[in-house]
């Protein structure tokens, strides 16, 4: 499944009426989800986006919610860990935030600064693990998917346990413990626990 996929799934089923984007990059998630109401964050004037201004400037002034949105703005892990906070801070009280890029599949395709390659996921797992170490008012988990969609809603969970100071933690210990740290489901397993009737 796709992020465009997963997200469109969760209108669907929930019957979602507006959702945010930030980092729109060429607007091809954003043109296709099928919401009625969307709003896409993007400094960049060629992105697609709807609102031309940094995310930290888009939360700044914003007053409105959202009842999903979707992170994948710039993916340095304070940026992206800021951007989910601010994000839950203007969600609905049973939305859905969706974080792409959670899953890298080597050590130079996360690291900061970008490297000349293809793909790239930046170290936006480093903002899922503090997540997922210090918020057990949510509910978090990974498809292992599309370079790893997370999916956060507001729930429980049980607050992972790290070894060692975030900053510390390398790629390699990430690997090791990631589908631990992450939470990771299949695509199967997240067509179970989110999709089906409850």
Same mark, same amino acid.
């Given at each position: ?41 993007? &400094?960049? &004037? ?57 899953? &890298? ?9 970008l490297q000349e390659q ?17 918020? &057990? ?62």
């Amino acid at each position: 499944m796709s992020r465009i996929e997963i997200i469109n799934a969760f209108i669907a089923k929930y019957g979602y009426k507006s959702y945010l984007e930030i980092g729109v990059q060429g607007a091809t998630c954003f043109n296709n989800i099928l919401c009625e109401y969307k709003v896409g964050v993007d &400094p960049d &004037p060629a992105s697609g986006a709807t609102k031309h201004i940094t995310s930290d400037e888009f939360f700044k002034h914003n007053k409105e919610k959202f009842s999903i949105g979707f992170v994948d703005g710039l993916h340095h892990s304070e940026q992206s860990y800021r951007d989910i906070i601010n994000l839950l801070d203007c969600l609905d009280e049973n939305g859905t935030i969706a974080v792409h890029d959670n899953l &890298p599949t080597s050590k130079r395709m996360q690291e900061i600064p970008l490297q000349e390659q293809n793909e790239w996921t930046g170290d936006v797992w480093r903002s899922w693990l503090k997540l997922r170490a210090t918020r &057990p008012d949510l509910y978090m988990s990974v498809v292992d998917s599309d370079w790893g969609v997370g999916i956060i809603q507001r729930g429980s969970q049980e607050c992972i346990k790290l070894r060692k100071p975030l900053d510390e933690i390398t790629y390699e210990d990430f690997e090791a413990n990631k589908h631990e740290w992450m939470n990771v489901i299949s695509v199967s397993q997240f067509k179970q626990l989110y999709l089906q009737n409850e």
